[in-house]
């Protein structure tokens, strides 16, 4: 069964543009949570998708939204790039909403604003 | 305002001994709480969980104990073995929000 895959793996952008992530979930998997991955602040929870809705966000601007499309992909989007999102951003899917203890995480995008 | 405190950013440990790693969280209404290992280039994996009704969960070599009245939980592995050295994530929560901590490095040295 093949893993959680992020794309691109390694992103370069400047300040004031915006990015698109991408996320493929296991397959059968239907939840599709975003962290934000930092030195200083740890894994934060961006939000997670089920079922093409969004079912819980996390304390992140307005700049920073998702979306997951019927085949459970998932695709994370981040306006106006600022200095501040340069991190590593994973996604982890699991079979049910809210499944802390069976998400699987994918290696993650290293997104790094110039 | 991080609910979710990792204070050791590194822990070194001989093959064979202890690794004791530390977590304490701000708020009490959490009730379920994951350590999670993540290896570099590697999202994170799930290591070991604890629900609020329980002190202390043993998988093999991982024992996690929580302290309620301290807001503290530990993760014990014993004995610690080179592929251990990871990188531990402890995350807490309640219903659909955990918050996770800023991490621990950890190195066995053989």
């Known amino acids: 069964k093949a893993g959680v895959t992020q794309t691109p793996r390694y992103l370069i952008k400047t300040r004031g543009q915006q990015v698109t992530l991408s996320c493929s979930p296991i397959?059968?998997?239907?939840?599709v949570s975003w962290y934000q991955q930092t030195p200083g602040q740890g894994l934060q929870f961006l939000f997670e998708?089920?079922?093409?809705?969004?079912?819980n966000k996390g304390n992140f601007p307005g700049r920073f939204s998702g979306r997951q499309f019927s085949n459970s992909r998932s695709e994370m989007n981040v306006s106006t790039l600022e200095l501040g999102d340069s991190a590593l951003y994973l996604c982890?899917?699991?079979?049910?909403?809210?499944?802390?203890?069976?998400?699987?995480f994918g290696p993650g995008t290293r997104l790094t604003v110039l | 305002d991080q609910q979710v405190k990792q204070n050791s950013p590194s822990l070194s440990v001989q093959e064979g001994r202890i690794s004791i790693l530390n977590c304490d969280y701000t708020?009490?209404?959490?009730?379920?709480f994951l350590w999670y290992k993540k290896y570099p280039a590697e999202g994170p994996t799930f290591l070991i969980s604890?629900?609020?009704?329980?002190d202390k969960n043993e998988d093999g070599r991982f024992t996690v104990f929580l302290n309620k009245s301290a807001k503290h939980l530990s993760l014990h592995i014993v004995p610690s073995q080179p592929g251990d050295s990871a990188v531990y994530f402890c995350?807490?929560?309640?219903?659909?929000?955990?918050?996770f901590g800023t991490g621990t490095s950890l190195t066995v040295i053989p």
């Open positions: 998708y089920f079922s093409e809705t969004q079912r």
């Open positions: 604890i629900s609020s009704i329980k």
């Open positions: 708020n009490s209404m959490f009730d379920y």
């Open positions: 995350a807490a929560g309640t219903g659909n929000q955990f918050y």
């Open positions: 982890a899917s699991s079979l049910r909403q809210g499944s802390y203890n069976e998400q699987f």
């Open positions: 397959s059968g998997h239907r939840s």
